[in-house]
């Protein structure tokens, strides 16, 4: 094959014939294939599968029932199974024209770049299909951040939050991607200084079907940006900063109706405790949890510590307060403090250690296979 084109899709069977009607215009006298990774819940795969039937160009259906990495993770997947080194990855909505896919082809085929991004902000680009002037808003505040976040592996790329671009793998490594959103593009140049170019494209209305982004998806995004630019510790730090404020507002809001504040201070804190591991489950140490030891006992232990930890904690803020050298919200916001640095090592090294190996690890970088400590990028 000479073009793999990857299209991750959730719920998109009203567009898939369509798409691949398109496609199989734009790539005549090409050889390539098309690969549909589905993370669908409806009947997209049978769709998709149908129209591979009657198709001219292979299609090719990877249907995922237990999703990991999301639309991030589908690319992966179809990368890994992709036939050719050259691959586009475009979304399945028809919002990335078909028709573009060959001068994106024809321009990583020249060889002397590795990532060819459809650009919607550079010349003769346009981003009209965005819905509204909200999502115009925020998709040039987030590309601002972006850059500006990584101003040397992005200085090439305008539209870096693009999901319509070609890549190479012969020296895109794709074995060492991590990903955890739907920004994969940014993934995969904020872990490598590759030689990038542009192409610019209209990004036209959807065809079919509704729009997937939500708040949920802007939080994601945050989320991933935050870990590949400070690594795993910057995860730990925001969970445990939200979990510090709100330790600090529950023991302000029951000293404020009457509660004396010690018991105040262990309500406080047992509530962030359970939250904080609820979170960091979720986020923070997600792809470390399949090699830990099961959920149950990961629980008893983080549980157990951090009690462990709030009864030398608590009784010290107790003191600090009593001696009348400072009030209780600053003596709780400074032990919290210390106390962030210590539950961070114990959870990296006990309590997400691998069951094959308890070695002790050093927390930098081993323990962060997402990134390393300095960051990903040196400016």
Same mark, same amino acid.
Request: charged content about 20%.
């Given at each position: 094959?000479?073009?793999?084109?990857?299209? *991750?899709?959730?719920?998109?069977? *009203?567009?898939?014939?369509?798409?691949?009607?398109?496609?199989?215009?734009?790539? !005549?006298?090409?050889?390539?294939?098309?690969?549909?990774?589905?993370?669908?819940? =409806?009947?997209?795969?049978?769709?998709?599968?149908?129209?591979?039937?009657?198709?001219?160009?292979?299609?090719?259906?990877?249907?995922? =029932?237990?999703?990991?990495?999301?639309?991030?993770? $589908?690319?992966?997947?179809?990368?890994?199974?992709?036939? @050719?080194?050259?691959?586009?990855?475009?979304?399945?909505?028809?919002? !990335? *024209? *078909?028709?573009?896919?060959?001068?994106?082809?024809?321009? /990583?085929?020249?060889? %002397?770049?590795?990532?060819?991004?459809? @650009?919607?902000?550079?010349?003769?680009?346009?981003?009209?299909?965005?819905?509204?002037?909200?999502?115009?808003?925020?998709?040039?505040?987030?590309?601002? &951040?972006?850059?500006?976040?990584?101003?040397?592996?992005?200085? %090439?790329?305008?539209?870096?939050?693009?999901?319509?671009?070609?890549? =190479?793998?012969?020296?895109?490594? &794709?074995?060492?991607?991590?990903?955890?959103?739907?920004?994969?593009?940014?993934?995969?140049? $904020?872990?490598?200084?590759?030689?990038?170019?542009?192409?610019?494209?209209?990004? /036209?209305?959807? !065809?079919?079907?509704?729009?997937? #982004?939500?708040?949920?998806?802007?939080? @994601?995004?945050?989320?991933?940006?935050?870990?590949?630019?400070?690594?795993?510790?910057?995860?730990?730090?925001?969970?445990?900063?939200?979990?510090?404020? #709100?330790?600090?507002?529950?023991?302000? +809001?029951?000293?404020?109706?009457?509660?004396?504040?010690?018991?105040?201070?262990?309500? #406080?804190?047992?509530?962030?405790? +359970? #939250?904080?591991?609820?979170?960091?489950?979720?986020?923070?140490?997600?792809?470390?949890?399949?090699?830990?030891?099961? +959920?149950?006992?990961?629980?008893?232990?983080?549980?157990?510590?951090?009690?462990?930890? $709030?009864?030398?904690?608590?009784?010290?803020?107790?003191?600090?307060?009593? @001696?009348? !050298?400072?009030?209780?919200? &600053?003596?709780?916001?400074?032990?919290?403090?210390?106390?962030?640095?210590?539950?961070?090592?114990?959870?990296?090294?006990?309590?997400?250690?691998?069951?094959?190996?308890?070695?002790?690890?050093?927390?930098?970088?081993?323990?962060?296979?997402?990134?390393?400590?300095?960051?990903?990028?040196?400016?």
């Amino acid at each position: 094959m000479q073009l793999s084109v990857i299209v *991750p899709t959730f719920n998109e069977g *009203p567009n898939i014939d369509e798409l691949v009607r398109g496609l199989t215009t734009a790539l !005549h006298g090409i050889d390539a294939e098309v690969i549909f990774v589905d993370d669908s819940t =409806d009947d997209t795969p049978a769709i998709i599968t149908e129209v591979a039937a009657t198709a001219t160009l292979p299609v090719r259906c990877i249907h995922r =029932d237990q999703p990991v990495g999301g639309l991030g993770g $589908a690319v992966v997947e179809g990368a890994r199974a992709a036939t @050719s080194d050259l691959c586009i990855v475009m979304d399945g909505d028809l919002q !990335h *024209p *078909p028709a573009k896919v060959p001068e994106l082809y024809r321009r /990583g085929l020249e060889g %002397d770049v590795d990532v060819v991004v459809a @650009s919607r902000y550079t010349g003769g680009g346009d981003a009209s299909g965005l819905a509204g002037w909200i999502r115009h808003l925020v998709s040039r505040t987030s590309t601002l &951040v972006t850059k500006a976040m990584f101003p040397v592996r992005l200085h %090439d790329t305008t539209d870096p939050m693009t999901g319509f671009f070609l890549f =190479d793998r012969r020296t895109v490594d &794709v074995a060492e991607l991590k990903p955890r959103g739907f920004k994969i593009l940014l993934e995969i140049l $904020a872990r490598q200084q590759l030689r990038v170019t542009e192409v610019p494209f209209d990004f /036209g209305e959807r !065809h079919a079907g509704e729009s997937k #982004a939500s708040f949920r998806q802007g939080m @994601s995004f945050f989320w991933q940006l935050a870990l590949l630019r400070f690594g795993r510790m910057s995860g730990f730090a925001v969970i445990g900063a939200l979990g510090a404020l #709100a330790n600090i507002a529950i023991v302000w +809001l029951l000293t404020t109706v009457g509660v004396e504040y010690l018991i105040s201070a262990i309500v #406080a804190t047992e509530v962030t405790i +359970l #939250a904080n591991f609820i979170a960091q489950e979720l986020w923070v140490f997600r792809d470390m949890r399949a090699d830990a030891s099961p +959920l149950r006992y990961r629980f008893i232990i983080a549980f157990a510590f951090n009690n462990a930890e $709030a009864l030398i904690r608590i009784p010290i803020v107790y003191l600090m307060v009593d @001696s009348r !050298h400072f009030t209780a919200v &600053v003596a709780t916001a400074i032990t919290l403090a210390i106390a962030f640095v210590v539950r961070f090592t114990f959870q990296s090294l006990v309590v997400y250690a691998p069951r094959r190996s308890r070695r002790a690890r050093q927390l930098y970088p081993s323990v962060d296979p997402i990134a390393p400590p300095e960051s990903v990028e040196s400016d």
